[in-house]
């Protein structure tokens, strides 16, 4: 597959995923991103975000139950953006955490990075892993969605050199979770998280960034802490979309279930999943309103289209792994 050009340029896409985000009432004591203070995240009821580019080509919820009873999970739920599978009706329950063998066999064979890179495209997980990482046997059984779908695709992972060197940035963009958890980091702000994530986009064809301390904060009903994060993503996410060239990138922000909009609860919700676009496949697409993407397995052939495949292949959707 060669990615789609238009006047020469070379098309990419950006994944910019953020963990436990749903779009929820437009009541601010209920909702902190409702009040306006994290304007690119402002997706509610009633309100769209605003970006210092101007706003999404398209933002809206994004149906995360996918006709399965429950409250959805973050297992299933990454593993249906990541592959087009329905995760959930091939497990016939929502599952939280960590994918089991039934997950992983869907990641293997139909992870969205292992796709591209089997066609030929630059295809590349921005989060780096620190020292041991992968020989630390609790890691082993506990794998993220996001981590299996690159181990899919045979790609090498970003490591602690790359971080300190700026061609990678972690989970909490700023470090200041890794600071917590003993590890020896200069603080980062988050515009200069965003700007690596921006730099590293531009030398790929796609790229994926995850952010969950979000849905830990929800789940701990720890609204301070809650809203350092969605201020340090409102503001990465900012410098991204200022940095990148959206005349031939898609910047995709997208979530697996709802938490953090409704502060009421430890637990996910039932809203529907945050999901905005910003960029050339987003406005390609918003054209077509009856094609914008309504679930959360209609974003891997999205990001197939956004990158210039074939109409036909970009909407067929995978065979679920028995």
């Known amino acids: 597959m060669t990615p789609l050009r238009d006047g ?10 953020i963990d436990g985000v749903g779009v929820g009432v437009d009541d601010p004591d209920v909702n902190p991103l409702a009040g306006g203070a994290f304007p690119t995240l402002r997706l509610t009821a009633s309100q769209r975000p605003v970006a210092p580019v101007g ?17 959805p999970q973050s297992a299933t739920g990454q593993t249906a953006i990541l592959t087009g599978v329905n995760a959930p009706e091939a497990m016939g329950r929502h599952l939280s955490g960590f994918p089991g063998p039934t997950l992983k066999r869907i990641l293997a064979a139909h992870s969205i990075l292992k796709r591209l890179t089997e066609d030929g ?26 981590t299996l779908a690159t181990m899919a695709s045979g790609r090498p992972f970003r490591t602690w050199e790359d971080l300190v060197e700026g061609r990678a940035v972690v989970h909490d963009l700023t470090h200041w979770r890794m600071r917590e958890w003993g590890y020896d980091l200069p603080p ?66 997208a979530s697996d279930h709802g938490n953090v909009e409704d502060v009421r609860v430890k637990t996910h919700t039932r809203n529907e999943a945050f999901f905005a676009a910003w960029g050339v496949g987003a406005e390609t697409r918003a054209r077509e309103p009856e094609r914008a993407p309504a679930r959360l397995t209609d974003l891997a052939p999205f ?20």
């Open 8 to 17: 020469g340029a070379r098309r990419r896409v950006l994944l910019f995923f």
């Open 303 to 322: 990001i197939l289209e956004a990158l210039g495949r074939s109409g036909d292949a970009a909407g067929a959707a995978p065979t679920p792994v028995a």
């Open 188 to 253: 980062r702000t988050p515009e200069e998280a965003g700007a690596i994530i921006a730099r590293e986009t531009s030398a790929a064809d796609f790229a994926l960034f995850e952010y969950f301390e979000t849905d830990r904060a929800g789940h701990a009903q720890d609204r301070p802490r809650l809203e350092r994060c969605l201020s340090d993503v409102d503001a990465a996410l900012g410098a991204v979309l200022r940095s990148v060239d959206l005349r031939e990138t898609t910047v995709i922000v």
């Open 121 to 146: 495209l630059a295809a590349t997980f921005l989060n780096a892993f620190g020292p041991r990482f992968f020989e630390m046997p609790e890691t082993k059984r506990r794998l993220s969605a996001t």
């Open 55 to 71: 706003p999404p080509a398209l933002a809206h919820g994004l149906d995360a139950a996918l006709g399965v009873p429950g409250l």
